[in-house]
């Protein structure tokens, strides 16, 4: 079965929603209610967005999820140093994004380098896409690279990929299948994407293509309910 991961974004000591990447849809500060949810999931993913963003951090709280849950983490992690700090605070992984473009190119060495660093069984590398082409620096900047380009040429040097569909992110639509499935085509380590999954349906979807779902607003809105906490997989989901 896929896997489905809850996703927890921070921003300003909250939990938080973003539409786009851009407009606050949705703020939560009740954080035992979401670790109790989210507490028997496999895998839970934890981005601070004002560490990604350049505008602060929220590492206490990056810290008590850590500790308290299996996650994957990102968000200014820019160094093998800084990833060995989330690691120590009881990250599983640590997600890089940003840091693994340099001017406008693929960062081989870097890759490399962090992966000699941690070891690339503890490495994510995000690839966020507007409009067909890589998005870096919080989403707001749009370079010439394609995600299939960002694949070929990281592939050796990590574990899993981290796909976001910006174009429909937080806009429970429904993620497109024809680009992520050119990237399951492009990589044999595990594929992760986001960006607007909101329903069984899709996830049944992802699973026969073999790729793991992210789900964030459909959740904290209602739309999608968690039922038992067994598995962590998608029969522990509802449509409402």
């Not at 001017?103 to 660093?117: L, T």
Request: aromatic share 6%; proline share 4%; charged share 25%.
């Amino acid at each position: 079965m896929a896997m489905l991961i809850p996703s927890i974004d921070l921003m300003g000591g909250k939990i938080v929603q973003l539409v786009q990447g851009e407009r606050k849809a949705l703020e939560f500060d009740d954080f035992e209610k979401w670790i109790e949810r989210f507490s028997s999931f496999p895998l839970v993913q934890l981005i601070d967005l004002d560490a990604a963003l350049g505008t602060g951090h929220n590492r206490d709280l990056v810290r008590e999820f850590a500790r308290r849950l299996p996650c994957q983490v990102g968000g200014g992690v820019r160094s093998v140093q800084s990833a060995e700090q989330v690691l120590s605070m009881g990250a599983r992984r640590v997600i890089f994004g940003s840091s693994l473009i340099r001017n406008g190119r693929p960062d081989i060495v870097f890759a490399e380098e962090v992966a000699r660093g941690v070891g690339p069984e503890k490495l994510v590398f995000a690839i966020d896409s507007k409009h067909g082409r890589v998005a870096i620096r919080g989403w707001r900047e749009l370079t010439a690279l394609t995600p299939v380009e960002m694949i070929a040429a990281l592939d050796p040097w990590c574990s899993a990929f981290l796909y976001t569909h910006i174009d429909t992110e937080g806009l429970m639509q429904g993620i497109p299948l024809d680009p992520v499935s050119q990237l399951r085509a492009s990589t044999k380590k595990q594929l992760i994407v986001a960006g607007g999954i909101a329903s069984l349906e899709q996830i049944d979807q992802l699973d026969a293509l073999r790729i793991d779902a992210v789900v964030g607003m459909a959740i904290y809105t209602g739309r999608v309910k968690l039922r038992s906490a067994a598995s962590g997989c998608d029969p522990d989901l509802a449509n409402e």
